[in-house]
Nanobody, 127 residues
Framework: QVRVVESGGGLVQAGGSLRLSCATSGRSLNNYAMGWFRQAPGKEREFVAAISWSGSSTYYADSVKGRFTISRDNAKNTVYLQMFSLKPEDTAVYYC????????????????????WGQGTQVTVSS
């Protein structure tokens, strides 16, 4: 069992930045691919970014490419999402998810492929 806890959300003005953290416990983060997703009110959960267990591969949604960076520190069992140039449309609850990796470079953008989820952290970007 992997426990996932997100933190770092908050209120920020458009153009600002935030760094989300995703701490895991229960199992070593090694061998787990990680993903960030978000869900805005009235919308479906959508993919944001993913990273392979080794950190060698990353994948981003087009809407955040060039503005967000996903990274991980396996020694700390923590994954990060650095967000720059935030826009009001980035407002959502951000979720971190973990899944046992299917290979060193395996990344996944579909939420159904992730088994372990956190409770989410709210990010609000004001215009």
């Amino acid at each position: 069992q992997v426990r996932v806890v997100e933190s770092g959300g908050g209120l920020v003005q458009a153009g600002g930045s935030l760094r989300l953290s995703c701490a895991t416990s229960g199992r070593s983060l090694n061998n787990y691919a990680m993903g960030w997703f978000r869900q805005a009110p009235g919308k479906e959960r959508e993919f944001v970014a993913a990273i392979s267990w080794s950190g060698s591969s990353t994948y981003y949604a087009d809407s955040v490419k060039g503005r967000f960076t996903i990274s991980r520190d396996n020694a700390k069992n923590t994954v990060y999402l650095q967000m720059f140039s935030l826009k009001p449309e980035d407002t959502a609850v951000y979720y971190c998810a973990a899944q046992l990796a299917r290979g060193t470079s395996w990344v996944e953008y579909h939420p159904d492929e992730y088994k372990y989820w956190g409770q989410g952290t709210q990010v609000t970007v004001s215009s």
